[in-house]
């Protein structure tokens, strides 16, 4: 159990550093290299979506992402100073299919396809996505 921090500039070429403090934490917390990985996924979809869609460019703001590891589950947020964005109000896609897939938004299903809670906030100013991953109860 554990917390881990880290705030890098709003990059493309910073995303790896986060996926990968995010994918020590998981395995570090009891998870197997696939819940791992689906957790690399999902933050690094998001930091994507940060960056192109929030910010709308590289370097307009920073990427604050914490890791909480508890008993049985890992807790990832992460905050970034971009204009309001808020994933429930996006376009639905999850009955796309690959004759007719959606234009956009399939980083937002794939993060709630991989993990077990998503959550967005808006805070002073600040957006928030807590996204939650819980171990199988075979490996609490």
């Known amino acids: 159990m554990g917390t881990f921090r880290l705030t890098v500039p709003g990059r493309l070429d910073r995303i790896r550093e986060i ?3 995010v994918g ?3 395995r570090q917390a009891g998870f197997d290299s696939r819940s791992a990985y689906a957790c690399e996924l999902a933050v690094g979809e ?4 940060i ?5 709308q460019t ?3 703001g920073d ?8 008993p049985g589950e890992l ?3 992460l905050v970034d100073s971009a204009p309001p964005f808020n994933p429930a109000h996006a376009p639905d896609t999850r009955d796309w299919t690959p004759e007719d ?9 794939i993060i709630h396809r991989v993990m077990d809670q998503v959550q967005y906030l808006r805070r002073r100013g600040h957006n928030i996505l807590r996204l939650v991953k819980h171990l199988p109860p075979e490996a609490v």
């Not at 960056?51 to 910010?55: A, D, N, R, S």
């Not at 990427?63 to 508890?70: D, E, F, H, K, P």
């Open 19 to 21: 996926t990968g403090l």
């Open 24 to 26: 020590e934490a998981a």
């Open 46 to 49: 998001a930091c994507e979506n």
């Open 51 to 55: 960056i192109k869609h929030g910010y």
């Open 58 to 60: 590289e370097d307009r």
């Open 63 to 70: 990427i604050r992402v914490s890791i909480a590891s508890l």
């Open 75 to 77: 807790t990832i947020e």
């Open 101 to 109: 897939p959606p234009v956009g938004g399939l980083g937002l299903l």
